[in-house]
């Protein structure tokens, strides 16, 4: 039986009449009932047309109250329009300015108001309620000339009203169910907390809101073409039109869906919940659900049952999301999909892997078993941040089906992006445009989902052409608590799904004890998905049967709560209950079903007992086989050359340097220019960083490697060097990219600026570099330091990642870094962040042989660069693809060195036989005398340039060498060692423009200490120690370059160097 709610005001909720049993009981005077107040109250809403509408009720309000309250133009026009007044009459202009001059008051033109008797207040709620309507009806005879010639006189008009405005509340008030409607819904299986945290029934869902009185409710009303709780009629009597709506919006679905800006869609969302008898589910669709539910509760209580003192993030609670999430995979297949990318925080992943990916079981339970050694690299994670991909059969439609649960930290949304990097990859690769094989699931927790920005940074790519997955479905577990703390306590929003209102997201919030409800919640929004190519969230709102782990007590912080969860049966048993007393399923048949799975978990138990070994390597959720197929350690210690012919050089340059072909395209001024240049490099053999860059993403284009470039303006760059896409100045949105059409058959090239986000573009290209081995993904920060706002994705996933989930991921990043007086936040990538997280030991010599180099690389985490000049850093991409293996690459790209008139590379540089330079000596006169050089200065980066003109100008050049170690990470050992033994005489300087806290010195210090076996001391020259990581005054930046070039070419004290920054004085 569905109540009816019939109190005016807002704020607690009283006793509600039921339909069936005539005159509700409210209107016979029942008492309110105390409620709990949790929040505000909600801000109400006028749901009438017209544009005026909240403006016109309160004057019309403060008329009532008193007339003399409001202007006189105001009081003229009610009182006319109270009166009847015809459109046209009721409202009378103001006298001009110099009417009103006199003392004497101006008599205005105004109908008589005849009396009227007496009303009671309760009379007058009704009335204030009527004149409105009539009101609102008279505005839009204004707005709208031709009503007021339907109208007719003013007799004609209010029997029109009379007519109308039953008809005009009817319609606010569906109006008022479908955007507030789940405020009333039984949302939560506790029955002690509303999901919107407010207690309080809006009082647009109540009937005296609308003077409605008894004999309406069998007043048969035309229904307005925005429901569907008709059916096939097209009026019902007030009393259906309210149960219907009670059963579509207020019963254990609630539904937000009227922020959508879309008719259609929020039309086919309608149809799809309010058509009677929508939601009916046949009984083979009910014991399918039954048996999936004894899956997903007999897996929990098995791991309880065996391993009770294990942390497992169980489900306990919510397990009705293993039934959810294989229906809307279910749905899908049907739909086409064929590959399904998930991602998902660690409470219920090992029961999503048993009974949704199926991993096989006896894998799982050896996570348990602490006693097993792993036989394969890496450190491993716990078995509740492990993902895995799989191939299956999907029973439902006899599909085969690819599942990849995506393995995450205990950085709960960290891995959304991830992703959905990962999903777009594939959907690349397999040219599925529209996103109809392959498509992406996050999960996730609902602190997590309201707390947590990446959330939203991540909805924010869900609509960019570069970015878009076509849709996404979220399912929210809702616990209704976040570790300890009470949601009244962790969020400010309504509901925690209301982040996903910024993309106009419908949100489906359903009681998780209802499994036919979250069954049918789960299907809409599979055809949601594949109808509109849109996102949409499914909030389940449920509870967490334990503490925050197996071995939390929840009781400390919420004993209410656990109170009530104590006595809360398990929603296996509500719905066996209900299906064997529907006469759905037997007893029998039910508890076969719970012993048919009882022995599987029993027998994978057993078998998982006799396994000797642990194999990180079959968690992989994006495996390479065919990358490295017949690979063996051995076979992946080459690498071939990364120079290319001097005509491939010459064809990407001479493209580079063309307008487009497009003879109407205009170009801007300074980008003819630039082309001009790149003709002028082109013809005289030489590169700057820009051309060598564009050289190496074309010449691995046309080896069929594809290359996807993305962040912050990288398009143009951000200081202006790239300019990969050249826009027409007179045309919107029509454009050219030279890298994308160098050959008819080579590889894609995608380069495209982001949002203004760091940490989620960054865990997406992290994710599309996951995909296949076989392309470069660069991202690059506007700034180096900018990087920082994505150090999650940084620290758990691109330097840890392959030691913990035997991952591996060619991902490149591109950190602008380099002191030239731009201040704190524009001049350091924070190289120090990445050298620190390097896993080499400085104090371990490394055996030197020939397949030192490569060696080294595979046994590293990542690689960190530093490069000097534009050859090295063409030759550090085209190696990035080239190596049998893939790791991480981090590169402090320049600033300055950009356009530096010394900063240029040869075509002679990156022609076959060529390579990267992992040092770079000193070729000039000092490194001709080696036995005569008093210092050997080791740099990376920029400061070389400083540190050359500043010796070149002290007349030095053959007293100073002057070594660029370019590859930082792994150390070169063996060429640091070589350059050391060759100037025996030589006093050893690290010297960086960094601050001495910072940069690379606490990292190359004890590996140049090491390689000379501690017998030579290194003296360091830079900046001092500093909390900021640059000045914000030029001058003091020109102070601090010219000490340090100073103590770098001083021979004199060459011993303290270190010892010879200034230090403030503290005391003042």
């Given at each position: 039986?569905?109540?009816?709610?019939?109190?005016?005001?807002?704020?607690?909720?009283?006793?509600?009449?039921?339909?069936?049993?005539?005159?509700?009981?409210?209107?016979?005077?029942?008492?309110?009932?105390?409620?709990?107040?949790?929040?505000?109250?909600?801000?109400?809403?006028?749901?009438?047309?017209?544009?005026?509408s909240?403006?016109?009720?309160?004057?019309?309000?403060?008329w009532?109250?008193?007339?003399?309250?409001?202007?006189?133009?105001?009081?003229?026009?009610?009182?006319?329009?109270?009166?009847?007044?015809a459109?046209?009459e009721?409202?009378?202009?103001?006298?001009?300015?110099?009417?009103?001059?006199?003392?004497?008051?101006?008599?205005?033109?105004?109908?008589?108001?005849?009396?009227?008797?007496?009303?009671?207040?309760?009379?007058?709620?009704?009335k204030?309620?009527?004149?409105?309507?009539?009101?609102?009806?008279?505005?839009?005879?204004?707005?709208?000339?031709?009503?007021?010639?339907?109208?007719?006189?003013?007799d004609?008009?209010?029997?029109?009203?009379?007519?109308?405005?039953?008809?005009?509340?009817?319609?606010?008030?569906?109006?008022?169910?479908?955007?507030?409607?789940?405020?009333?819904?039984?949302?939560?299986?506790?029955?002690?907390?509303?999901?919107?945290?407010?207690?309080?029934?809006?009082?647009?869902?109540?009937?005296?809101?609308?003077?409605?009185?008894?004999?309406?409710?069998?007043?048969?009303?035309?229904?307005?073409?925005?429901?569907?709780?008709?059916?096939?009629?097209?009026?019902?009597?007030?009393?259906?039109?309210?149960?219907?709506?009670?059963?579509?919006?207020?019963?254990?679905?609630?539904?937000?869906?009227?922020?959508?800006?879309?008719?259609?869609?929020?039309?086919?969302?309608?149809?799809?919940f309010?058509?009677?008898?929508?939601?009916?589910?046949?009984?083979?669709?009910?014991r399918?659900?039954?048996?999936?539910?004894?899956?997903?509760?007999?897996?929990?209580?098995?791991?309880?049952?065996?391993?009770?003192?294990?942390?497992?993030?169980?489900?306990?609670?919510?397990?009705?999301?293993?039934?959810?999430?294989?229906?809307?995979?279910?749905?899908?297949?049907?739909?086409?999909?064929?590959?399904?990318?998930?991602?998902?925080?660690?409470?219920?992943?090992?029961?999503?892997?048993?009974?949704?990916?199926?991993?096989?079981?006896?894998?799982?339970?050896?996570?348990?078993?602490?006693?097993?050694?792993?036989?394969?690299?890496?450190?491993?994670?716990?078995?509740?941040?492990?993902?895995?991909?799989?191939?299956?059969?999907?029973?439902?439609?006899?599909?085969?089906?690819k599942?990849?649960?995506?393995?995450?930290?205990?950085?709960?949304?960290?891995?959304?992006?991830?992703?959905?990097?990962?999903?777009?990859?594939?959907?690349?690769?397999?040219?599925?445009?529209?996103?109809?094989?392959?498509?992406?699931?996050?999960?996730?927790?609902?602190?997590?989902?309201?707390?947590?920005?990446?959330?939203?940074?991540?909805?924010?790519?869900?609509?960019?052409?570069?970015?878009?997955?076509?849709?996404?479905?979220?399912?929210?577990?809702?616990n209704?608590?976040?570790?300890?703390?009470?949601?009244?306590?962790?969020?400010?929003?309504?509901?925690?799904?209301?982040?996903?209102?910024?993309?106009?997201?419908?949100?489906?919030?359903?009681?998780?004890?209802?499994p036919?409800?979250?069954?049918?919640?789960?299907?809409?929004?599979?055809?949601?998905?594949?109808?509109?190519?849109?996102?949409?969230?499914?909030?389940?709102?449920?509870?967490?049967?334990?503490g925050?782990?197996?071995?939390?007590?929840?009781?400390?912080?919420?004993?209410?709560?656990?109170?009530?969860?104590?006595?809360?049966?398990?929603?296996?048993?509500?719905?066996?209950?209900?299906?064997?007393?529907?006469?759905?399923?037997?007893?029998?048949?039910?508890?076969?079903?719970?012993?048919?799975?009882?022995?599987?978990?029993?027998?994978?138990?057993?078998?998982?007992?006799?396994?000797?070994?642990?194999?990180?390597?079959?968690?992989?959720?994006?495996?390479?086989?065919?990358?490295?197929?017949?690979?063996?350690?051995?076979?992946?210690?080459?690498?071939?050359?990364?120079?290319?012919g001097?005509?491939?050089?010459?064809?990407?340059?001479?493209?580079?340097?063309?307008?487009?072909?497009?003879?109407?395209?205009?170009?801007?001024g300074?980008?003819?220019?630039?082309?001009?240049?790149?003709?002028?490099?082109?013809?005289?053999?030489?590169?700057?960083?820009?051309?060598?860059?564009?050289?190496?993403?074309?010449?691995?284009?046309?080896?069929?490697?594809?290359?996807?470039?993305?962040?912050?303006?990288?398009?143009?760059?951000?200081?202006?060097?790239?300019?990969?896409?050249?826009?027409?100045?007179?045309?919107?949105?029509?454009?050219?990219?030279?890298?994308?059409n160098?050959?008819?058959?080579?590889?894609?090239?995608?380069?495209?600026?982001?949002?203004?986000?760091?940490?989620?573009?960054?865990?997406?290209?992290?994710?599309?570099?996951?995909?296949?081995?076989?392309?470069?993904?660069?991202?690059?920060?506007?700034?180096?330091?900018?990087?920082?706002?994505?150090?999650?994705?940084?620290?758990?996933?691109?330097?840890?990642?392959?030691?913990?989930?035997?991952?591996?991921?060619?991902?490149?990043?591109?950190?602008?870094?380099?002191?030239?007086g731009?201040?704190?936040?524009?001049?350091?990538?924070?190289?120090?962040?990445?050298?620190?997280?390097?896993?080499?030991?400085?104090?371990?010599?490394?055996?030197?042989?020939?397949?030192?180099?490569?060696?080294?690389?595979?046994?590293?985490?990542?690689?960190v660069?530093?490069?000097?000049?534009?050859?090295?850093?063409?030759?550090l991409?085209?190696?990035?693809?080239?190596?049998?293996?893939?790791?991480?690459?981090?590169?402090?790209?320049?600033?300055?060195?950009?356009?530096?008139?010394?900063?240029?590379?040869?075509?002679?540089?990156?022609?076959?036989?060529?390579?990267?330079?992992?040092?770079?000596?000193?070729?000039?006169?000092?490194?001709?005398n080696?036995?005569?050089?008093?210092?050997?200065?080791?740099?990376?980066?920029?400061v070389?340039?400083?540190?050359?003109?500043?010796?070149?100008?002290?007349?030095?050049?053959?007293?100073?060498?002057?070594?660029?170690?370019?590859?930082?990470?792994?150390?070169?050992?063996?060429?640091?060692?070589?350059?050391?033994?060759?100037?025996?005489?030589?006093?050893?300087?690290?010297?960086?423009?960094?601050?001495?806290?910072?940069?690379?010195?606490?990292?190359?210090?004890?590996?140049?200490?090491?390689?000379?076996?501690?017998?030579?001391?290194?003296?360091?020259?830079?900046r001092?120690?500093?909390?900021?990581?640059?000045?914000?005054?030029?001058?003091?930046?020109?102070?601090?370059?010219?000490?340090?070039?100073?103590?770098?070419?001083?021979?004199?004290?060459?011993?303290?160097?270190?010892?010879?920054?200034?230090?403030?004085?503290?005391?003042?």
């Amino acid at each position: 039986m569905y109540t009816l709610r019939t109190f005016w005001t807002s704020g607690p909720k009283l006793a509600r009449g039921v339909l069936s049993q005539g005159v509700p009981a409210a209107l016979r005077g029942t008492p309110a009932q105390p409620a709990r107040l949790l929040t505000t109250s909600v801000q109400q809403e006028s749901f009438l047309n017209g544009s005026s509408s909240n403006y016109v009720e309160e004057m019309y309000l403060a008329w009532l109250d008193n007339p003399k309250s409001v202007h006189k133009s105001w009081d003229v026009f009610f009182r006319n329009a109270q009166r009847g007044a015809a459109p046209g009459e009721a409202y009378q202009s103001p006298p001009p300015m110099a009417a009103m001059m006199p003392v004497q008051p101006v008599a205005w033109p105004m109908m008589p108001l005849p009396a009227a008797p007496a009303v009671t207040s309760e009379q007058m709620s009704g009335k204030v309620i009527d004149d409105h309507l009539a009101v609102q009806a008279i505005i839009r005879s204004y707005q709208d000339p031709s009503v007021g010639q339907e109208l007719g006189s003013s007799d004609e008009m209010r029997t029109r009203i009379e007519t109308v405005v039953p008809h005009q509340r009817m319609h606010a008030m569906i109006r008022a169910y479908q955007i507030r409607g789940h405020q009333c819904a039984k949302l939560d299986p506790l029955g002690i907390m509303e999901a919107d945290l407010d207690t309080s029934t809006p009082r647009e869902l109540t009937l005296p809101y609308y003077r409605f009185s008894e004999e309406d409710l069998d007043r048969t009303f035309v229904l307005p073409q925005t429901t569907f709780i008709g059916g096939g009629n097209t009026s019902l009597p007030l009393r259906d039109i309210i149960q219907r709506l009670e059963e579509t919006y207020c019963q254990t679905i609630g539904l937000e869906y009227m922020h959508i800006n879309d008719r259609e869609k929020c039309d086919w969302i309608r149809q799809k919940f309010e058509i009677p008898g929508i939601m009916s589910m046949s009984n083979e669709t009910k014991r399918l659900t039954l048996a999936r539910l004894v899956r997903s509760t007999r897996f929990e209580q098995f791991l309880a049952t065996k391993y009770p003192a294990e942390k497992r993030f169980g489900l306990e609670g919510c397990e009705v999301l293993i039934p959810a999430l294989k229906t809307i995979i279910d749905r899908c297949t049907e739909q086409g999909a064929e590959s399904f990318v998930m991602g998902m925080p660690h409470r219920g992943r090992l029961n999503v892997l048993a009974n949704v990916v199926r991993k096989d079981l006896d894998q799982i339970l050896c996570q348990f078993d602490s006693s097993l050694e792993a036989d394969d690299e890496g450190s491993g994670d716990v078995k509740y941040h492990l993902g895995c991909s799989h191939m299956r059969l999907n029973r439902t439609t006899n599909k085969s089906i690819k599942l990849a649960l995506v393995a995450n930290p205990s950085h709960l949304e960290a891995v959304d992006p991830v992703v959905q990097g990962k999903t777009r990859a594939e959907q690349y690769y397999r040219g599925d445009i529209e996103g109809k094989k392959v498509m992406s699931i996050l999960m996730h927790g609902d602190a997590a989902f309201a707390g947590q920005g990446v959330v939203f940074e991540t909805f924010h790519l869900s609509d960019l052409p570069a970015y878009t997955t076509h849709g996404t479905i979220h399912v929210v577990v809702n616990n209704q608590i976040g570790f300890t703390t009470d949601p009244r306590f962790s969020r400010s929003s309504t509901y925690c799904t209301d982040v996903a209102k910024v993309v106009e997201a419908p949100i489906f919030h359903v009681n998780a004890d209802d499994p036919e409800a979250v069954a049918h919640v789960c299907n809409v929004a599979a055809d949601w998905r594949s109808e509109f190519e849109k996102d949409v969230v499914i909030d389940l709102v449920c509870y967490r049967r334990g503490g925050h782990n197996e071995m939390d007590e929840p009781m400390f912080t919420q004993p209410l709560m656990y109170k009530q969860i104590g006595k809360q049966p398990t929603v296996l048993r509500q719905y066996a209950e209900k299906l064997i007393s529907e006469g759905v399923v037997t007893q029998e048949e039910y508890e076969e079903e719970v012993s048919k799975y009882d022995k599987i978990c029993e027998e994978a138990y057993q078998q998982a007992r006799e396994e000797k070994i642990l194999s990180i390597k079959h968690w992989l959720d994006s495996p390479w086989t065919d990358f490295f197929k017949d690979k063996t350690r051995d076979s992946m210690m080459v690498c071939e050359s990364t120079g290319v012919g001097e005509d491939i050089l010459t064809h990407v340059g001479t493209f580079m340097g063309s307008p487009p072909p497009d003879p109407k395209f205009t170009i801007h001024g300074g980008v003819k220019r630039i082309l001009r240049q790149r003709a002028t490099m082109v013809k005289e053999r030489w590169v700057d960083w820009a051309m060598a860059e564009a050289m190496a993403f074309g010449s691995l284009m046309h080896s069929g490697f594809h290359v996807r470039l993305s962040g912050q303006d990288v398009e143009r760059g951000t200081f202006s060097q790239r300019h990969h896409v050249l826009h027409d100045q007179n045309r919107d949105k029509v454009f050219w990219t030279p890298l994308d059409n160098l050959w008819p058959d080579q590889a894609p090239y995608t380069v495209c600026n982001s949002s203004l986000s760091e940490y989620a573009v960054m865990g997406f290209e992290l994710g599309y570099s996951m995909s296949n081995p076989n392309a470069l993904v660069l991202w690059e920060a506007q700034f180096g330091d900018f990087s920082n706002t994505a150090q999650c994705i940084i620290d758990q996933f691109i330097s840890s990642g392959q030691a913990k989930w035997v991952r591996q991921t060619g991902i490149t990043l591109l950190l602008p870094h380099g002191y030239e007086g731009m201040g704190p936040e524009h001049s350091s990538a924070r190289m120090e962040r990445f050298l620190q997280m390097s896993t080499e030991d400085p104090d371990l010599y490394p055996e030197i042989d020939e397949r030192f180099e490569i060696r080294q690389l595979f046994d590293h985490n990542w690689i960190v660069a530093n490069c000097t000049t534009p050859a090295n850093y063409f030759h550090l991409l085209r190696r990035q693809v080239l190596l049998p293996f893939r790791k991480p690459l981090v590169v402090m790209t320049p600033k300055s060195l950009l356009r530096h008139p010394e900063a240029r590379s040869s075509f002679d540089d990156m022609l076959p036989g060529t390579t990267f330079q992992r040092l770079i000596p000193d070729l000039g006169p000092a490194g001709q005398n080696h036995e005569q050089v008093q210092r050997l200065i080791f740099c990376t980066g920029k400061v070389y340039y400083d540190l050359t003109k500043e010796r070149k100008a002290r007349d030095l050049d053959d007293k100073i060498a002057i070594v660029r170690i370019e590859q930082i990470s792994p150390f070169p050992f063996d060429m640091v060692k070589q350059q050391c033994d060759l100037y025996p005489n030589a006093d050893l300087v690290w010297a960086q423009e960094e601050h001495k806290n910072m940069g690379a010195w606490n990292y190359i210090q004890p590996r140049i200490r090491t390689t000379v076996n501690r017998e030579r001391h290194v003296s360091y020259a830079g900046r001092a120690s500093a909390a900021a990581a640059a000045t914000g005054a030029k001058q003091s930046h020109q102070q601090e370059l010219t000490r340090l070039l100073q103590h770098a070419m001083n021979l004199d004290n060459h011993v303290a160097l270190w010892q010879s920054q200034p230090r403030r004085n503290l005391t003042g």
